[in-house]
């Protein structure tokens, strides 16, 4: 066994998890990013959208009809958890006024001829003008003021019929030919915290561990010391010994993260978790593996330790639409559908969503852990294959820098010249 | 004479640089077209149409296959039939359709005999915009059914046509959405992603742009090129980085208002001052990290969770006044809180400068933020004393 190729494999292995550990533990840097954001992010949006629903926008209402039954609705609205009426304004002008100069986010109008029209069996129509600044003041208008009418419409339907000589019974049924029974399970508020917190979860997992691997590995670029480089003692071979020995250490780290961010912060902040503790340990130590592989190809484009942050923070933000969790799947233009399969956080997320906060199994979300699954093995071997390349690159190291070298000089002569030719001409 | 010279000085030796280091190029213009391209190809058809909804149809009759169709037709949703609840529902769950809606076996007898049959639909809100659209237009689905089984009703009774819009519909909304009429959820997030990732872009390009000085140890050449002054070494780094941000910000503003034509009720100048503003307040919080902060990496970092938080912090989509009392100060941190004010005074009300003049100054305010780290941030400069990485 211990001169075997398996236990020479396996140590090796062993020995370079012990050295990416080492250096991972002595990189201050690196270990801010873990802990600050690994630890503290989760809390901070969860803090940020802790109370996920926004309560009593303040309405303005223009009654110009004045009759019971405006009053009446202008109450019950005022009464739901969505409006506030603020204030009562006697005219058109005043309500824009207040609505311009933000006092109140819209304005419910009731036409002079709103109680002639009711009263003469008409259809009656009022008027809501919503700030669209923010679409959760639309929502609640429209909301607030859509209960009401639907309740309002609802009686006085039942009141015209039974004027027909219907009883309360009949009209009822006549009124009301179909009933529903409206059912929002996994959200039942439409809470935005539950929503985006469930999303953004998993990919804050992913975006840690890319910053803190590329931070990393960029150092020991600058340090003339690739991440890629393998030990001496190997020959030249043993790529996939790299690949999974420095894999392991950022395995068993983001684990850790990943249980706290997964498991325990939903618990800190009283959040849904529906599905089960040990199936959701499934789903994460695949994503946490998938995000190894991934984040170890990514990172060959680093060659400096903060490029990572120049060029992939914006990536953040456009990770969290691609996981679909707001603009619906469906509808992704078909380059951006494609575009989503390369971060593991399509797959992750989607899958969090529906374990956790929905309840799913793994078998219902079978298809997602299969995506996630194939992507772990191709950006396996992209892994190794950029490790390859890049060992190969360094043995002809001189080479390649000569050349490099050659083409950069040649920038900055160019460079050079334009700049002594913008300088003479603003002496001149 | 030789405050300008040395200013002009300092702007070659950084046109220098970019052009040796070809990141800063990549991190400016290549971030902000990829993103611009993204936002807006990405919401580009402003609301979403086809969503699938989910169908258990266990009556198969013709008012509930034409109920199908009609909600087929509808230009958001996309019926998916399913023949079982268990499935539909898995699939629910499996977030694959973000609504269910159940048919009960005898729905068209039970209509029929005015029995009232009880429809069920089930919305993943866990899918936000997908499961509310969905849900909004089941809802108009189910009374347009319910109302067209009246109407029937009330024609064989003989009742007048005017007489029966009454009693169907005895009172309507006029909805009017002010500021965005087509409810286009692209206008909404690209107005304020973009400018959130152009206050992005500038926090860290300018920090790592300070920053590599102390880290390779060239602040001190830069000390000398200036003349050994730090105000003209940062006034000619920030002519340059404004220069460009600043076209980087009116491109986009641009794009957004005149080639999209997303709507914004005043003018376009007024948009490009707030752009200008964002662009000199978020630099000023650049140098006010690197200032307090002079270690490259450790103000990269800083950098990044300050602007990565910005975006939710600004409440374009959570509203502040939503957030928990402690954070909503928070939220004044950020420069584009600032230009969505503007924005939203602006590009929704049109109203006149006397409204918003006090977020122009704020975003002014934040220019003397430097002054405050300009003797520090000399300090390091010269001594290099901090660590370099």
Known sequence: ?428 | MTFLRNTLNVIRRELRIWVRRPIYVVGMVFVMAFCTIFYLSFLKDGVPSDVPIAVVDLDRSSTSRNFCQQLDATQLGKVVYYDDFASARADLQGGRVTSLCLIPEGFNRDIQSQRQPTMSFYVNGLYFLGGSLAWKDLLTMINLTSGAVQRQVLRMKGVDENEIMGLLRPVDVDVHQIGNATMNYGAYLANMMIPGMLQMVIVIILIYSLGTELKYGTSRHLLQVAGDDIYTALLGKLILYTVSFTVIGWSVEVLLYKWMGFPLAGSLAEMLLASFLLVLASESVAVLIIGCVPVCRFALSIGALYSVLGLSLTGFTLPVEAMPLGLRGLTMMYPLRYFYEIYVHVGIFDNPFGEWYMYVVALLAFCFLPFFVMGRLKKAYVNLDYARN
Not at chain 1, 52 to 72: H, Q, Y
């Open chain 1, 1 to 428: 066994m211990k001169n075997s190729y398996l236990g020479r494999w396996l140590r090796d292995v062993l020995t370079i998890f012990n050295m990416e550990l080492k250096n991972v533990l002595h990189d201050g840097g690196v270990m801010i990013i873990f802990i600050a954001a690994g630890f503290f992010y989760p809390i901070l949006y969860n803090f940020v959208y802790k109370n996920g629903i926004l309560e009593d926008t303040p309405i303005a209402v223009v009654d110009n009809a004045d009759c019971s039954d405006s009053r009446r609705m202008i109450r019950e609205m005022d009464a739901t958890r969505e409006i506030d009426i603020a204030y009562r304004c006697t005219s058109m002008e005043e309500a824009r006024d207040l609505f311009a100069r933000r006092k109140v986010n819209g304005i419910i109008y009731f036409p002079s001829d709103f109680g002639d029209r009711l009263a003469g069996r008409q259809t009656a129509t009022f008027s809501i003008y919503a700030d669209m600044s923010s679409f959760l003041y639309y929502k609640n208008l429209l909301m607030g003021s859509n209960f009401v009418m639907l309740h309002e419409v609802n009686n006085i339907k039942i009141e015209r019929y039974s004027f027909d000589g219907l009883t309360d019974a009949q009209a009822d049924q006549s009124v009301n030919t179909v009933l529903y029974d409206d059912i929002n399970p996994y959200n039942r508020a439409f809470s935005y915290s539950i929503f985006l917190i469930s999303a953004i979860l998993m990919l804050i997992i992913q975006q840690v561990m890319f910053y803190g691997m590329s931070m990393s590995v960029g150092t020991m670029r600058e340090e003339n010391r690739s991440f890629a480089s393998l030990p001496d003692s190997l020959n030249g071979h043993g790529v996939g010994r790299v690949v999974l020995g420095r894999g392991a250490v950022y395995w068993l780290r983001f684990m850790i993260i990943g249980i706290y961010v997964t498991c325990i912060v939903p618990a800190m902040f009283n959040f849904p978790q529906r599905g089960s503790y040990g199936e959701i340990l499934v789903l994460l130590s695949l994503f946490v593996t998938v995000c190894v592989f991934f984040c170890m190809t990514w990172s060959t484009l680093v060659t400096r330790r903060e490029s990572a942050f120049i060029l992939f923070l914006f990536m953040s933000p456009v990770c969290v639409f691609l996981t679909g969790f707001s603009w619906p799947t469906t509808a992704f233009p078909a380059f951006w559908k494609y575009f989503s399969y390369l971060f593991p956080s399509t797959f992750g997320c989607q899958a969090f969503i529906n374990m956790n906060t929905a309840g799913a199994d793994l078998e219902t979300v079978g298809q997602l852990l299969n995506s996630l699954t194939v992507q772990g093995m191709v950006y396996f071997v992209l892994a190794c294959l950029a490790i390859y390349v890049e060992n190969f690159a360094l043995k002809r190291k001189d080479e390649i820098d000569s050349a490099i070298r050659s083409v950069e000089d040649s920038i900055i002569e160019h460079g050079e010249k334009i700049g002594n030719h913008i300088e003479k001409r603003l002496t001149r």
